[in-house]
């Protein structure tokens, strides 16, 4: 598939929900033959994407929602979709202050997984809105891998679009106290929220990548001092720079 392939696959999703996981199967296999790797993204393929991300929430079955946040995952994790100028510029184009915020709604609307609910029915927090709304609430069978998709979504804009950073931190902040206060059982999505707040803390400087953490293996210390101490416990009454050759004792014996 080639640029315009894509794009016209993701608006077809929303327009012809009859040939939808079709549709969907063809993008993943894409990905996993890792043929988008040679495209060239532009704002229109991201635009396509968040424009029907919001239907999705909204109107798509579990299966298609399950496929569609599966792909946009594997792609925005893409290196041709994840650095450099011309992305970032694409990215600017597409990504909202109000994208963004519908994003952490939709992650806030989310339900706890099976064994919560059997525990402790949680309240409503950043609820599904009426109908018509943007958001229906996920089930909780699939409520880990959205979490995980929609946290990779507002990680990559966060790092790619300057302009809408302060409404993310001040959209995420705002969320975060309302899941905190949740009784009796915080939404799952409490824990990617603090996670993606660490990452904007932190300056995104996160271990992510198998061939880092391998790194790390392979060096346990990769800046080892170059004058360590052989004596990390001197005695205090000891001389700090005794003289390699002393003089005899005065008078001595």
Known sequence: MDHDAVVDALRSLAADPSCRLTTLERLLAELKAQTLRDLTPAAELFVALFALLPVAWASF???SLHRLHAWTRGVLALPEFSEGEAVEAAAAAAVTAGFVG???ER????RPTEEQQYSAPPASVGAARASGGLSAPASGGDTASELAALQALLHWAYRLVVPVRAPLRAALGTALLKMAT???VPPP???SSL???SSIIAGFGEITTAAHRRLLSDNPNPNPSPNPNPNPNPDPNSDPDPDPNPSP???GC
């Open 61 to 63: 079955e579990p299966e």
């Open 102 to 104: 519908a994003t952490l």
């Open 107 to 110: 992650m806030a609307s989310l």
């Open 182 to 184: 949740t009784t009796p």
């Open 189 to 191: 999505a409490l824990r």
């Open 195 to 197: 996670e993606l707040l």
């Open 249 to 251: 004792h005065p008078g």
